[in-house]
C-alpha cells in the first residue's frame, strides 16, 4: 500500500504540472487571439497554429497513455492510471488558469473542450464533476487491484462506462454539429469552393445549450459500470478473505 501511495503522489504531481504546462498554451494563444478576453465566437486561427494546437491535443493523450502503460500491469490497472492522470491534469488546467488569468468566471463559464474530431463545447462544471468521478473510480480500481492482482472490468460493465462515455462526447460535440448542418451538408465539406464560406460560418458560432439528456444518461451509465464494478469486486474480495 505504501507503494501505490507514492506512485498516486508521484503521477498526481506530473498531471498537476501538465496542467500548469495546459493553461499555460492556453495563456499564450488567448494573448494572441483573445487579448481582450476569451468569448464566443471564435476567432480564425492560422493554419500553421491550428496544425499545431491538433498534435498537441494528440501528443497529450499520448504522455498520459504512456504514464498509463508504464504504471499498471493489468488493463483494469492501465486504465485507472490513465484515468486518474487525466483528471488531474484536467482539473489542475482550470486551477491555472483561475490563480493565473481569473477565468472561468464560474463553473457555468462556456468553454472549448476538446477538437479532436470536432469541437466540443461544455461548461467548466462538466469537465470537472467528470474528472471527479474518474479520480474515484481510479481509486477504487488501485484498492481493490492492491488487494487482488486479478481484479479487472467484465464486458457488463466495459459497456456502460464506454457507451456512457460515447453519450457525453455527443452531448458535447452536437451543439456545434446542429450548427453546422443548420446550413451545409457533410459532402460540402469535399468541396475546396466552399472551404473558406464554411469556416467563416463555423466562426460564428456560439453555444447555445448543452444537451442535457446525452449528458445525463451518459452519466448515469457510467456510474452504472462503477457501481456494478465495486459491489462485484468487493463480494469477490470478501469471499476470499472468508476462504
Known amino acids: 500500500m505504501k507503494d501505490l501511495r507514492v506512485k498516486i503522489l508521484t503521477i498526481f504531481i506530473f498531471s498537476m504540472a501538465m496542467g500548469l504546462l495546459e493553461s499555460a498554451v492556453v495563456i499564450y494563444l488567448r494573448e494572441i487571439y483573445y487579448p481582450h478576453g476569451f468569448r464566443f465566437p471564435m476567432v480564425t486561427i492560422s493554419g500553421k497554429i491550428a496544425l499545431t494546437e491538433l498534435l498537441r491535443e494528440l501528443a497529450t493523450m499520448i504522455m498520459l497513455l504512456t504514464i498509463a502503460i508504464l504504471s499498471g500491469k493489468t488493463i483494469a490497472q492501465k486504465l485507472a492510471w490513465f484515468i486518474f492522470s487525466f483528471a488531474v491534469w484536467d482539473i489542475f488546467y482550470y486551477v491555472f488558469l483561475k490563480i493565473l488569468i481569473g477565468w472561468p468566471e464560474s463553473l457555468w ?10 469541437v466540443w463545447v461544455g461548461h467548466v462544471f462538466e469537465p470537472v464533476l467528470l474528472s471527479l468521478i474518474m479520480v ?57 469552393d466552399k472551404f473558406d464560406v464554411i469556416r467563416n460560418y ?31 469486486n468487493r463480494k469477490i474480495l470478501k469471499k476470499n478473505f472468508e476462504n
Do not use: C, H
Not at 473510480?137 to 481484479?151: D, Y
Not at 449528458?215 to 462485484?232: A, P, Q
Open 109 to 118: 463559464t462556456w468553454d472549448i473542450l476538446f477538437l479532436i474530431p470536432t
Open 202 to 232: 463555423l466562426n460564428t458560432f456560439i453555444p447555445r445549450q448543452l444537451e442535457v439528456e446525452w449528458f445525463g444518461l451518459g452519466l448515469s451509465l457510467i456510474l452504472i459500470g462503477i457501481v456494478e464494478f465495486y459491489i462485484r
Open 136 to 192: 474515484l473510480f481510479s481509486f477504487i480500481i488501485l484498492i481493490f487491484s492492491e488487494k487482488n492482482l486479478k481484479t479487472k472490468i467484465i464486458f457488463r460493465e466495459w459497456a456502460a462506462i464506454i457507451l456512457g462515455s460515447v453519450f457525453i462526447i455527443i452531448s458535447f460535440t452536437m451543439d456545434y454539429s446542429k450548427f453546422y448542418f443548420e446550413k451545409y451538408k457533410i459532402s460540402d465539406l469535399f468541396i475546396s
